[in-house]
């Protein structure tokens, strides 16, 4: 594959030669797709902009200026593609509802996952606060997924003190946490 399209590779392309279609596709297939998910936030739209756009490059291959930046032709051929789809979008009501219920899915989905790593990353700092065989147990039924009584043989110790050790620490994260924090939580606060 080019790492860049020469002159000589666009007078190719502007022969006919498909492989240097191919290689222009695979260099800025992926760009193209990129920019027009930008505009639209749909996955099905972006890959026909990318496909009329190379289609747009193959039928007016003729026409290429062999010193120009192919990439800056691809660019204003798929953004006027999709300019041109953001405009039939606004005429539509149904259109417009699709557009904005996808951009806000990516906005929540987005949202959602930083808090989420917010979270874990709060969850941490919390637990290494706790009394260090509080923390062990935790860790050995939380993340290792041990049973209070697999717990209580590997540290030698009575299922019972398992017990009292992870009440202990679900107690102290439940009090250092509002009840807005819990769902992401709820893994946690199951016993055994």
Known sequence: MHKTISAADLASLRSGDLSVFNSVYKLY????????????????????????????????????????????????????????ELRKINQSAELFSGLISRISELHNATEEEILANDMEQFVGTLLKKLPSQQQLIFKMSRDEGLSHREIAEKLQISPNTVKNHMVEALKTLKSKLNYSHLFFLVPYFFLD
């Open 29 to 84: 297939g992926r760009k193209i797709y990129a920019l027009a998910f930008r505009f639209l936030k749909s996955q099905q739209q972006s890959e026909e902009i990318v496909q009329e756009t190379f289609i747009n490059l193959w039928v007016n291959r003729g026409k290429l200026d062999g010193q120009g930046n192919i990439y800056l032709y691809l660019y204003v051929i798929a953004k006027r593609l999709c300019l041109n």
